[in-house]
Each structure stands twice: as C-alpha cells, then as structure tokens.
C-alpha cells in the first residue's frame, strides 16, 4: 500500500514536465515554475532540452536519462531524491514515459516512498485522437509497431478484434509499410494520419487506409496514426491451436494458467472463458 498526498508532505519530488510538440507557447508557466525550482532535470538529449530551457531561461544543472543508459539513470536519480533533491524528468518533446524513458525511476520511486507529480502538459496521441474525427473513447495507444514486418504483422493481430479506437506512433520513413501491414491484417478500416502537430504544416489526413496510402509518399514528420476499431466479428477467424500453444507456452515459462489465460485473452481479444473452455478441454 503506496499513499501519495502530492502536497501535504516535505518529501522530495520527481516531477514529470511535458514539453512542446512543436509550438513553444504550449509551454505552461507551471511547467517553467517546476523546471525553475529543481534541483536537477533529466532530459534525453541535453543539446535539445538545453535550447528548451535557454529560451525560457531555465539554467538548472541537467543530467541525461535515455533507454540504454536507464538502470544507471533511473539509480542516479533515486540517489538524488534520496540526498532530499527535487528532480524535474523531461522528454524531447510531449510527455514523458509516452513512447519515452522514465518507466524505471518512476515506479522506484514511487514504491520507496517519494513524491511522483505529474504536470499536465503537450501529448501528441491525444491531439490526434481528438481530432481524428473517429470514436474517442474507450482507446487503446500502442505506440510504436515493431520494426520488422513478421513482428509487426502478429502485434496487429493481436489488437485485430479490439473494439476501441486505435494511437500508434510512425517515423515518416516507415509510414507507408505500416499502413500496408494495418490493411493487410485490419481491413481497410476509416483512419486518421496526424504530423507535424501545433507546428505550422501540422495536416491531418482522414479516411480509410485505402484511400491515404497513395498520399503518404514523401510525407515527413512524427506521425500519429489513429484507426477505428473493430466493427466485425473476426471469431471465425481465431486459430485456437495458436490461442492454446500462446496458454501452454506461458505456463511452462511459469505462469500460473489462470494468470496465463488472463494475459492471452487480453493480447487476443479472446474471450477467457473460451480460453478457459480450450484450457479444461485439453486437460481431459
């Protein structure tokens, strides 16, 4: 049991500051306040976090936390709350821990007892998601889709039969093999491409995967791709065998099988009490 009362104590704070996706007025004057009253701020890159805070004259000692160097990282910031330092963590841009590091030191700090305050702020997934025209809630943010076509394809199948709208993030360069793959296994469902967002060429390109992939050539900028939900039934569809091989392989790895049934409904869209059914049939 972990309660947090953000205001009420003295302990020392990890703030999470989001910063501008593109605009600099997005910039909130709390965020500046925070970043200004730290002790220490993590940033990704000191080069881009330094022309952040130059031209809001934020001259406060940064540190680098980044995916490979996130055990050291994530020890030294907890060193730092723990001599009683505040520390502010930023990404790039928007907010961090989305598709960004920062999942280690939070979850250690917040299990030893410090203060985790986040700060609202610039979020590129649901600029586009408000925006996209398409069901707003419930969703679903997947970030990015793995690299390689085998992978990519199988993450897809796995949210295939999920009702909810669908956030994915894309680099340019791989925008349209991304959507190839979505039509491939999605359909050809109705789809919102978000790029270059608060900035002055921000576009927004709606309608179905069909339809945009003649426009993606050439496109740049981060994108956020948003895709309606599933709307069909893919039941007919479900290879069982591939559902129980999923079940057995996750129990000889040492789930227990209800936690196992658990996780692979939840990766599948499958029912549990048909995963259950498969389970109880296989054993007699």
């Given at each position: 049991m972990n309660r947090q009362k953000s205001f009420e104590n003295d302990k020392p704070t990890l703030y999470l500051v989001p910063t501008p996706i593109g605009n600099l007025s997005e910039m909130t004057p709390r965020a500046i306040e925070v970043l200004k009253s730290v002790d220490v701020i993590a940033c990704e890159d000191t080069r881009t976090s330094g022309q952040l805070l130059k031209h809001f004259e934020i001259k406060n000692r940064l540190i680098t936390y980044q995916n490979f160097n996130e055990?050291?990282?994530?020890?030294?910031?907890i060193n730092l709350l723990s001599q009683g330092h505040n520390v502010a963590l930023i990404s790039d841009a928007g907010y961090p821990l989305i598709s960004d590091p920062g999942?280690?030191?939070?979850?250690?700090?917040?299990?030893m007892g410090f203060n985790v305050v986040p700060l609202s702020g610039p979020n590129a997934m649901l600029n586009a998601l408000v925006a996209s025209g398409l069901v707003v809630?419930?969703?679903l943010f997947?970030?990015?889709l793995p690299a390689g076509r085998t992978d990519c394809l199988k993450k897809l199948r796995e949210y295939r039969s999920y009702p909810m709208t669908l956030i994915f993030y894309e680099a340019p360069h791989r925008i349209e093999k991304?959507?190839?793959?979505?039509?491939?296994?999605?359909?050809?469902?109705r789809c919102c491409i978000a790029r270059e967002l608060t900035k002055m060429h921000e576009e927004f390109l709606r309608g179905t995967i069909r339809e945009l992939l003649p426009e993606l050539a050439g496109l740049k900028g981060e994108m956020?791709?948003?895709i309606e939900g599933n709307r069909d039934d893919y039941s007919s569809d479900v290879d069982y065998g591939e559902i129980l091989t999923m079940v057995n392989e996750a129990v000889a790895a040492g789930m227990t099988t209800?936690?196992?049934i658990r996780q692979i409904a939840s990766e599948t869209g499958v029912s549990k009490n048909k995963i259950y059914e498969l389970v109880h049939q296989q054993e007699n």
């Open positions: 055990d050291p990282a994530a020890k030294g910031i999942q280690r030191v939070v979850s250690e700090a917040s299990a809630q419930p969703f997947a970030g990015f991304m959507m190839k793959n979505c039509l491939e296994v999605l359909g050809d469902r956020v791709v948003v209800s936690a196992a």
